[in-house]
């Protein structure tokens, strides 16, 4: 099992920055990709960014330029820099890791709790 804890969340002026943080544990032996998604109110919950564990990352178009996804695999820990950002980013950020229990086990897919991100204008 994997548990995931998010922070960093909280109050944002518009053009302002965030950084959010989720950090894995439990028992597991390998964490392949973790990633961040986010829900605002009345919507469906939408891909922000994932990064794989060698360092490959991937943006929802919309994110590119504004949010930066980055990991320490030593500290099972992926980092959102969220930068100028705007009263549309206002949702809650979920974190999600991709993990194996042992090496014969099969991937699954951990989430955190979510952190609330609410930018004012």
């Known amino acids: 099992q994997v548990q995931l804890v998010e922070s960093g969340g909280g109050l944002v002026q518009a053009g302002g920055s965030l950084r959010l943080s989720c950090a894995a544990s439990g028992r597991f032996f390998r964490i392949n990709a973790m990633g961040w998604s986010r829900q605002a109110p009345g919507k469906q919950r939408e891909l922000v960014a994932t990064?794989?564990?060698?360092?490959?990352?991937n943006y929802a178009d919309s994110k590119k330029g504004r949010f930066t996804i980055s990991r320490e695999n030593g500290k099972n820990t992926v980092y959102l820099q969220m930068n100028s950002l705007e009263p549309e980013d206002t949702a809650v950020y979920y974190c999600?890791?991709?993990?194996?229990?042992?090496?014969?086990?099969?991937?699954?897919?951990?989430w955190g709790q979510g952190t609330q991100v609410t930018v004012s204008s």
């Open positions: 990064i794989t564990s060698s360092g490959i990352t």
């Open positions: 999600n890791a991709e993990a194996k229990s042992a090496p014969w086990g099969s991937w699954n897919n951990y």
